[in-house]
Every structure is written in C-alpha cells, then in structure tokens.
C-alpha cells in the first residue's frame, strides 16, 4: 500500500479500537450493579417462559423498564433489577403497555384470557392474539409475566386483584349489604358515573353518545354475578381501553365500597319489576300494592326503572 | 450463475438477488402494517403473527436487500474508481450464494421462532456465521482491489467503502456474540452498540459513499469540494460509534456512557451538513437535470431524506426530546426515513445507472421506473407523516399517564394511513422487479435510449 495512507490507516484503526474500548468494553468493566431487592432469579419454568416470551417477540411492543416521567407503570427501576436478564428485554417502543411492573397486577386467568384474545379483556387492543400457544407454553409464559418486578406493585400496595381478596377484604369497613351503604353509594354514583354509565346504571347517560367503547349496562345478567371484590377490584382498576378511568386514584376506599354497595342493588334487566307486578291493573293500583308489599320488600329492588332495554350499541363493559 | 468468473457478475448477482428481497421484505413489512389494522387476521397462525413478522421484515429489508444492494454497487464502484477488475470475481460471487442462502434459512428461522431475540441481532448462530464469513471475505476481496488499483489517488467514496470493510465485521462480531453472557444492562448497552452502528457504520457510510459517486457521475458535474468530503467521512467515523446508548437513554445505565451518546450524536450534526453542502454545492446550477434524468432524481430525493433523517436524529437523541418521543411510533418514521427514504432512495437511483452499464442493456421500461418513484415517494410520505403524526399523539398519551389502551383506539386511523402507504410503496416496487427481471431477460425496451440517457449504457 502507498506509504501516504499509512499514516490515516493508523489513525482509523486507532480512534476506532479508542471507540470500542469506551463504548463497548469499559462499560463491562466499571458498571457491575449488585443484584437489588427485586432482580428476579428465574424458577425452570418462568425460565421457560422468558424463552417464549423472546421467541414470540414481546419485546417489539413492550418495554421492561419505568422511565421517571412515566406515571402509571408503577415504582422507577433500578440497575440491580437486570442483573439476572440475558438477553436484555428492555425495548424501544411501546405498543403496548411498559411490563417491568406487571407481576400481580392481574388473575393468571386474566393473562390467559389475554393471550388467547386480546380484544376480550382490552378492548381496542391491537396485540396478536397467541392462540396456538400450548397449554404449558401458556402456563410458562404467565408464570414469567407473573415473576416480572417481583410484585413490586403489589408490595408498594397500590393494587387489588381477586388473588388479594383477603386483604381486600380485611380492611374493609363498610357493610355493603346495608341500604345505608347503598344511599351512600347513591350519592358517589350520582355525582361520578352518571354522566356515562346514567342514573340508572343503564348505560345511557349523556356522555354515552361520544364514546366509543360504551359505558356498562349494570342490568345486564353477567353483572349480577359479581362478587363484592370483583365490584371493587373493576372500580378500582378501571377497564383498559375505554374511558372507564381507575377510580382508586380518585375515591377512597371507602367511597369505592359505597359503590360496590350500590351497585349491588341495581336490578336485573327484564326482572326490573318483581313478579307480582305483572299481574297489577293500574285502576285498582292502591288496592293491590297492598297485597304484593310483602312480596315487594322480599325483593328489594333499589329503586323501580323503565324497561326499555339498553341503548343503542352498549357495550358489556367487562 | 453464482460460480461466474464473467466481470461485474458478482455485482450483478447482488443487485438482482437483492431486488427479490425487497419485494418480500416488504411484503412482510406490509403484513405487519395490515396486522395493526385487523389484529386478529393472524389468529392461530404463529408464522404471520405480527410479533415474529416485524423481526422477519426488518432483518430481510436490511440485511437482505439493503445490504446486498449496497455491496453490489460497491462491487461495481470499487472496480470503476480504481480502473482494475474486482480482485476475485469468483469468490465474490460464492458470498452472493452465501448471503442469499443465509438470508433465506434466517427468515425462516425468525418466523418461526427461532430468534436470539436481540433487536437487529435475531439471526441464529449459524446465519451469524454465514453472513461474517461473507463480510470477511468481501472485505479481503475489496481491499485486495484496492492496493492492486492502478490509479493512486482515492476518491471519497472509496475512503467510505474501505472504512466500512474495515470496522464492519467488527461490529457484526461484536453484535452477535451470542458466546459472551453479558448481564442485564451491559447486554442491552452493546446490544445497541451494534444496534445503532449497523445503522451507522454500514449502511450510511456505504450510502453516502455511493451517493458520493452516484451524484457527480449522474450529473457530470465535478464534486464541489474534496477536502470537505474528506472532513465528512472523519467526523463520520469518529462520531458515529459511540452513540448507541441514546436508544436506552432512561434505563438505568451509567451516567456517563448517556452523556458520551448524547454528545456525538449532537455532534453527528457536523459529517450530515458536510455531506449535504457537498452534494447540493455539486447541484448548484444544474436542478434542471432532475427533470430527464430518473436516477438522479431517486438520489437526490434520498439526500432531502437523508437532511429529515439527520435532522431528526441528533435532536431525539438529546434528554429533553428523547423524554418526550421515545418509545412511540415517531421513531418508527424516523428508523424508516433513514433506511427506506435516504439509503433505499441512493440504491435505487444507483441500480437505475449500474445495471445498465453491467448488462450493456438499456432498462426494459422507463415508464415503469417513473411509476416506480412517484408510488414509492407518495407512498413514503404518506406513511412517514401517519407515523410522525402518530407518535405526537401516542406521545401525548403518555405524557398526560394516560393507559396505553385508553389513547390506543385513537392511532387506528394512522395505523390505516400507514398500511395505505405501505401498499403504495409495495406496489411500486413489484413494478420495479418486474422491470429488473424484463430487463434480465433482455426483452426489447419500450423507450428510446434518449428518454432517459442515464437509464441506457454509454455509447460507445
């Protein structure tokens, strides 16, 4: 080689291995975190499902780490939380929400349901469902998303799940069977949830017609199958991907069981009238709630409501 | 065909075979935009789910087409600037059957689930090796052409071109260390190490460097300043390098490998408007060209690419922009402006000249190439401003703590607008490939070679 590039030939080489060596090895040198409180050191099989989680290619959508300016991805992480991550998981883009919190947030069942389809518990949501995934695969993954942050959500107590219940339910002091509790809640929904959810709880109030995912009809049936902690954990958490905000950054928990109380008491749809009004004949109106009172109280519906059925395109909310 | 001793088959085998994987790169590419639209269309399907398209689409766009693009053309420019053949045509040739071969087991690799799972380090260890042995061995070829050259002085593209060979398969070796367990961060901080250089130590050193010949040879017009090209290529190969970590600027890495990214990137500033000073200076005076002279056009779009691109770049890398952007679809737009907008546009333009000149053939259809840029440029830009403007809005999401799935349904439309320009851009280029393989097949062209002079060979 001509003897005038031989002077540039070294400085290239020697700026380029100046390069690697402060980029690339001195890093590995000098930045060594100890593991902290909440590195996770993976079970066979949450290994096993970080595997699936790489293979499927989770980590094109979803990022493992909580930046400072984040408000709703729970406590910041910290440099000892990696140690035992190889390869690194981070992420560079968020399709989906960031992940490095989400252990505990949800039921497993809640995860399962989530990755055979999406759209069942995020409405809007764009992920592929992962339907083809086998049962262990599917037990291995949930696992892994369960061991991410070692519960470090739940630890700092800012989050319910039916898994929690007796937790939940210890510190409750509300009754929620009272009509006192249910008055309460009355008030709370009036002022909170009618504008959307109506002063029904049909689903139907004025701001109904603006929103895309629309609000819950409380008398639809599968409503009458929750339980006082699924109430309270749904408050709570919101639904993501409607305008269902997560009220436990906004009421307390006590005005959360005041609902729950009340929500408690909406009635049926179809079954809105106790059976002996059906038989009632409007001209002799006074005479018969005299008969039917006893069977009315038996019934106790919170309050007696037009039957017209839900709105146009109301949403089960779930 | 691959075992040819002919001169500039090699360069010809790339440029043909890469052509091919653009079209299914982006057909991959396009699925993944449809999938955003209808995500259940994938359902039970793991091959088509989005999650291992995306890394299937990304890894056939750049090391498939955009990378054997690049080398092909290298494989002619070397050859031309230094006036000697290609130092082993046979050899260069066998890492074409190569690279097609590692190309094609590592999509199938990656959609069906065989990935190491780092970001633009997915293939699995035996495509590694395959595509370092085809590094390796280019690098040999092009230097060994070089120091048996038989004109002395070396143009700026050659300092890109052999800067390139030189730290390349450096840092391809060091990306896919697959051997070397590296904890938690320090895995993610080379990763990205690579992750940033393959971006800008390959493909924009080699893009520039053929932008650099492509412009003064498409417009006869000499380059505007020598010394300036040459402060380009220095900046450019020590500024570079170090800024890899501004794509994890708020994990907790070290303070100061942050600080080190932030600075060269800024300073990467100084290489992009060397660069563009020289090429629009070249230009001065002689726009008009753009108007009969198609490869010119597609270059010439690619720098005002190149100036969005570069512009973007330095600004999202520093703290204040980077809380705001990062982690959106802008990014996207940005990573697709860089490498579909600029170094495509360079490749294009410089297949539109070369392969004429190799097949001594003029291009089959001139009205094709036109069709050819005007779907790929509208459809660009349309999906450049869908995922720009997306990006501002996940941004704000984000920024007020809204949950993701709350804001999610409102990116529907840009989602939408992005597969619209997706299936323009794919369009276009099936057009393109049914142009290339025409004139492969050495059917009569439709145009007389004075439509456009630069898409014909020289009269000689």
Same mark, same amino acid.
């Given at each position: 080689?001509?003897?005038?590039?031989?002077?540039?030939?070294?400085?290239?080489?020697?700026?380029?291995?100046?390069?690697?060596?402060?980029?690339?090895?001195?890093?590995?040198?000098?930045?060594?975190?100890?593991?902290?409180?909440?590195?996770?050191?993976?079970?066979?099989?949450?290994?096993?499902?970080?595997?699936?989680?790489?293979?499927?290619?989770?980590?094109?959508?979803?990022?493992?780490?909580?930046?400072?300016?984040?408000?709703?991805?729970?406590?910041?992480?910290?440099?000892?939380?990696?140690?035992?991550?190889?390869?690194?998981?981070?992420?560079?883009?968020?399709?989906?929400?960031?992940?490095?919190?989400?252990?505990?947030?949800?039921?497993?069942?809640?995860?399962?349901?989530?990755?055979?389809?999406?759209?069942?518990?995020?409405?809007?949501?764009?992920?592929?469902?992962?339907?083809?995934?086998?049962?262990?695969?599917?037990?291995?993954?949930?696992?892994?998303?369960?061991?991410?942050?070692?519960?470090?959500?739940?630890?700092y107590n800012r989050i319910y799940h039916p898994d929690e219940l007796e937790k939940v339910l210890e510190k409750r002091k509300v009754n929620v069977d009272s009509s006192a509790a249910a008055n309460a809640g009355r008030g709370?929904?009036?002022?909170?949830?009618?504008?959307?959810?109506?002063?029904?709880?049909?689903?139907?109030?004025?701001?109904?017609?603006?929103?895309?995912?629309?609000?819950?009809?409380?008398?639809?049936?599968?409503?009458?199958?929750?339980?006082?902690?699924?109430?309270?954990?749904?408050?709570?958490?919101?639904?993501?991907?409607?305008?269902?905000?997560?009220?436990?950054?906004?009421?307390?928990?006590?005005?959360?069981?005041?609902?729950?109380?009340?929500?408690?008491?909406?009635?049926?749809?179809?079954?809105?009238?106790?059976?002996?009004?059906?038989?009632?004949?409007?001209?002799?109106?006074?005479?018969?709630?005299?008969?039917?009172?006893?069977?009315?109280?038996?019934?106790?519906?919170?309050?007696?409501?037009?039957?017209?059925?839900?709105?146009?395109?109301?949403?089960?909310?779930? | 065909?691959?075992?040819?001793?002919?001169?500039?088959?090699?360069?010809?085998?790339?440029?043909?075979?890469?052509?091919?994987?653009?079209?299914?790169?982006?057909?991959?590419?396009?699925?993944?935009?449809?999938?955003?639209?209808?995500?259940?269309?994938?359902?039970?399907?793991?091959?088509?789910? *989005?999650?291992?398209?995306?890394?299937?689409?990304?890894?056939?766009?750049? %090391?498939?087409? #955009?990378?054997?693009? /690049?080398? !092909? &053309?290298?494989?002619?420019?070397?050859?031309?600037?230094?006036?000697?053949?290609?130092?082993?045509?046979?050899?260069?040739?066998?890492?074409?059957?190569?690279?097609?071969?590692?190309i094609f087991g590592g999509i199938l690799c990656l959609v069906n689930g065989y990935s190491e799972g780092r970001e633009y380090a997915e293939f699995p260890v035996p495509i590694d090796v395959m595509v370092l042995t085809g590094?390796?061995?280019?690098?040999?070829?092009?230097?060994?052409?070089?120091?048996?050259?038989?004109?002395?002085?070396?143009?700026?593209?050659?300092?890109?071109?052999?800067?390139?060979? *030189?730290?390349?398969?450096?840092?391809?070796?060091?990306?896919?260390?697959? %051997?070397?367990? #590296?904890?938690?961060? /320090?895995? !993610? &901080?080379?990763?990205?190490?690579?992750?940033?250089?393959?971006?800008?130590?390959?493909?924009?050193?080699?893009?520039?460097?053929?932008?650099?010949?492509?412009?003064?040879?498409?417009?006869?017009?000499?380059?505007?300043?020598?010394?300036?090209?040459?402060?380009?290529?220095?900046?450019?190969?020590?500024?570079?390098?170090?800024?890899?970590?501004?794509?994890?600027?708020?994990?907790?890495?070290?303070?100061?490998?942050?600080?080190?990214?932030?600075?060269?990137?800024?300073?990467?500033?100084?290489?992009?408007?060397?660069?563009?000073?020289?090429?629009?200076?070249?230009?001065?005076?002689?726009?008009?060209?753009?108007?009969?002279?198609?490869?010119?056009?597609?270059?010439?779009?690619?720098?005002?690419?190149?100036?969005?691109?570069?512009?973007?770049?330095?600004?999202?890398?520093?703290?204040?922009?980077?809380?705001?952007?990062?982690?959106?679809?802008?990014?996207?737009?940005?990573?697709?402006?860089?490498?579909?907008?600029?170094?495509?546009?360079?490749?294009?333009?410089?297949?539109?000249?070369?392969?004429?000149?190799?097949?001594?053939?003029?291009?089959?259809?001139?009205?094709?190439?036109?069709?050819?840029?005007?779907?790929?440029?509208?459809?660009?830009?349309?999906?450049?401003?869908?995922?720009?403007?997306?990006?501002?809005?996940?941004?704000?999401?984000?920024?007020?703590?809204?949950?993701?799935?709350?804001?999610?349904?409102?990116?529907?439309?840009?989602?939408?607008?992005?597969?619209?320009?997706?299936?323009?851009?794919?369009?276009?280029?099936?057009?393109?490939?049914?142009?290339?393989?025409?004139?492969?097949?050495?059917?009569?062209?439709?145009?007389?070679?004075?439509?456009?002079?630069?898409?014909?060979?020289?009269?000689?």
């Amino acid at each position: 080689m001509n003897k005038n590039y031989l002077l540039p030939g070294i400085v290239v080489l020697l700026s380029f291995s100046m390069i690697i060596f402060s980029t690339v090895l001195l890093p590995n040198f000098i930045f060594k975190p100890a593991p902290s409180e909440f590195a996770v050191k993976y079970t066979p099989l949450e290994a096993k499902g970080r595997k699936i989680y790489l293979r499927e290619g989770c980590v094109y959508c979803h990022s493992q780490f909580v930046r400072p300016q984040d408000r709703d991805f729970g406590p910041l992480v910290m440099a000892g939380d990696y140690v035992y991550e190889t390869p690194n998981v981070l992420g560079t883009i968020r399709t989906g929400p960031d992940l490095s919190n989400e252990g505990g947030k949800h039921p497993d069942a809640w995860h399962i349901a989530h990755f055979k389809n999406p759209r069942t518990t995020t409405p809007g949501s764009v992920m592929p469902p992962f339907v083809y995934l086998k049962d262990e695969e599917m037990k291995a993954l949930v696992a892994y998303v369960q061991s991410l942050g070692k519960k470090r959500i739940v630890k700092y107590n800012r989050i319910y799940h039916p898994d929690e219940l007796e937790k939940v339910l210890e510190k409750r002091k509300v009754n929620v069977d009272s009509s006192a509790a249910a008055n309460a809640g009355r008030g709370i929904f009036q002022q909170n949830c009618a504008t959307c959810h109506g002063t029904h709880g049909l689903g139907n109030g004025p701001n109904a017609i603006a929103i895309a995912k629309k609000p819950a009809n409380f008398s639809r049936p599968f409503f009458k199958d929750y339980d006082d902690v699924t109430w309270f954990w749904r408050i709570t958490e919101g639904v993501p991907g409607t305008r269902m905000p997560q009220w436990g950054k906004l009421l307390t928990e006590e005005q959360r069981w005041y609902l729950v109380a009340f929500l408690k008491t909406l009635p049926r749809e179809n079954e809105v009238y106790p059976k002996a009004y059906e038989t009632l004949d409007p001209e002799r109106w006074n005479e018969q709630q005299k008969i039917s009172a006893a069977e009315l109280n038996s019934q106790k519906p919170a309050m007696i409501i037009e039957t017209k059925g839900p709105p146009p395109g109301a949403g089960g909310g779930h | 065909m691959f075992f040819s001793d002919k001169e500039n088959s090699a360069s010809r085998n790339f440029i043909v075979t890469a052509v091919f994987w653009l079209v299914i790169g982006m057909t991959l590419g396009l699925t993944g935009a449809i999938e955003f639209t209808a995500p259940d269309l994938s359902t039970g399907v793991p091959w088509l789910t *989005f999650s291992r398209i995306r890394p299937a689409h990304v890894n056939t766009v750049a %090391f498939g087409w #955009l990378s054997m693009a /690049n080398i !092909g &053309i290298v494989l002619y420019i070397v050859p031309t600037l230094t006036r000697s053949k290609l130092f082993n045509e046979k050899l260069a040739n066998f890492v074409c059957l190569v690279w097609n071969l590692a190309i094609f087991g590592g999509i199938l690799c990656l959609v069906n689930g065989y990935s190491e799972g780092r970001e633009y380090a997915e293939f699995p260890v035996p495509i590694d090796v395959m595509v370092l042995t085809g590094l390796l061995t280019l690098s040999y070829v092009v230097y060994m052409t070089a120091i048996t050259r038989t004109v002395k002085k070396l143009y700026v593209s050659l300092w890109y071109i052999l800067g390139t060979f *030189f730290w390349m398969p450096l840092v391809y070796f060091i990306g896919n260390r697959t %051997f070397v367990r #590296l904890e938690g961060l /320090n895995d !993610g &901080i080379v990763n990205w190490f690579y992750g940033h250089n393959i971006l800008g130590m390959w493909f924009t050193t080699l893009g520039v460097g053929i932008a650099y010949y492509m412009i003064p040879k498409l417009s006869g017009r000499p380059l505007w300043s020598h010394s300036l090209s040459m402060l380009g290529f220095w900046t450019i190969a020590f500024f570079y390098a170090p800024t890899g970590t501004h794509h994890i600027l708020q994990s907790p890495v070290p303070e100061w490998l942050k600080a080190l990214a932030v600075v060269f990137s800024v300073a990467l500033v100084i290489p992009v408007i060397t660069v563009l000073t020289n090429f629009f200076m070249t230009m001065k005076g002689n726009w008009w060209q753009l108007a009969n002279n198609l490869p010119l056009r597609f270059v010439l779009t690619g720098a005002f690419f190149y100036f969005i691109t570069c512009i973007q770049g330095p600004f999202q890398a520093t703290r204040s922009i980077n809380w705001y952007l990062h982690f959106t679809q802008w990014v996207v737009g940005h990573a697709h402006v860089a490498l579909l907008g600029t170094f495509t546009f360079f490749d294009f333009g410089a297949i539109y000249y070369i392969l004429p000149r190799i097949l001594n053939r003029q291009f089959y259809s001139v009205g094709l190439a036109r069709a050819h840029y005007w779907l790929t440029l509208i459809g660009f830009l349309i999906f450049f401003s869908s995922m720009t403007i997306g990006g501002l809005v996940q941004s704000a999401g984000w920024h007020a703590g809204i949950p993701v799935n709350q804001w999610g349904i409102e990116m529907v439309p840009y989602w939408i607008l992005r597969a619209m320009g997706g299936s323009l851009m794919w369009f276009g280029n099936v057009l393109f490939l049914l142009n290339v393989i025409q004139t492969m097949r050495a059917v009569k062209p439709l145009d007389s070679p004075d439509v456009e002079p630069a898409m014909a060979p020289a009269k000689s």
